[in-house]
């Protein structure tokens, strides 16, 4: 059972500050501003480790290479701490892959929450800023699925089809993890 709580905290801890990373990598590349509140949320939450690991790693293009190395980072270190629990030594070799099997997963919950915020804001508070942000943070994500699926009866389904997706990729890597645990 305390494995499980620990399991659990570390879950939230790295599942909240490696969000924020990913959120900031995603923002800057949108170039959307960070003066909003979820900006500056961002900021607050990151700072602390993107902000030395910039110092080492330069970007790439458009892309803020300390974000992204500092949500993998936390995943590591998530994996390090879960593997001396149970004693796993001998599977050390593998805890980079785990680490970006994490990575990879927390990216898909992000885009699931992202794309859930997204849809119930145009449904209830289409003209606050967070709306607006979010919007730009999705659109991309939607332009090409809406170049496929026609509006039915003028509603867009191209959020569904795209959670659709997320989902199925999100079992197709919950039944890899297990591969790698063994």
């Given at each position: 059972?305390?494995?499980?709580?620990?399991?659990?905290?570390?879950?939230?801890a790295t599942g909240l500050l490696g969000g924020a990373c990913l959120l900031r990598l995603y923002m800057q590349h949108q170039r959307l501003p960070f003066g909003n509140p979820v900006g500056r949320f961002v900021f607050a939450l990151t700072d602390w480790l993107v902000l030395p690991l910039r110092r080492v790693v330069?970007?790439?293009?458009?892309?803020?290479?300390?974000?992204?190395?500092?949500?993998?980072?936390?995943?590591?270190v998530h994996f390090g701490?879960?593997?001396l629990m149970v004693g796993?030594?001998?599977?050390?070799?593998?805890?980079?892959?785990?680490?970006?099997?994490?990575?990879?997963?927390?990216?898909?919950?992000?885009?699931?929450g992202l794309l859930i915020v997204y849809v119930i804001l145009s449904w209830v508070q289409a003209g606050s800023a967070i709306a607006y942000?979010?919007?730009?943070?999705?659109?991309?994500?939607?332009?090409?699925?809406?170049?496929?699926?026609?509006?039915?009866g003028g509603i867009d389904l191209s959020p569904l089809a795209l959670l659709v997706l997320l989902q199925?990729?999100?079992?197709?890597?919950?039944?890899?993890?297990?591969?790698?645990w063994r």
């Open positions: 059972m305390l494995y499980q709580i620990i399991s659990f905290l570390l879950d939230i330069p970007a790439i293009g458009p892309w803020d290479t300390a974000s992204l190395l500092g949500a993998y980072l936390l995943k590591l701490l879960l593997m796993g030594a001998g599977q050390v070799s593998l805890l980079p892959l785990l680490a970006l099997l994490g990575l990879v997963q927390l990216v898909i919950s992000a885009l699931t942000l979010v919007e730009r943070l999705c659109v991309p994500l939607l332009k090409p699925l809406r170049r496929l699926i026609p509006l039915v199925i990729a999100a079992m197709v890597l919950a039944s890899l993890a297990p591969a790698f």
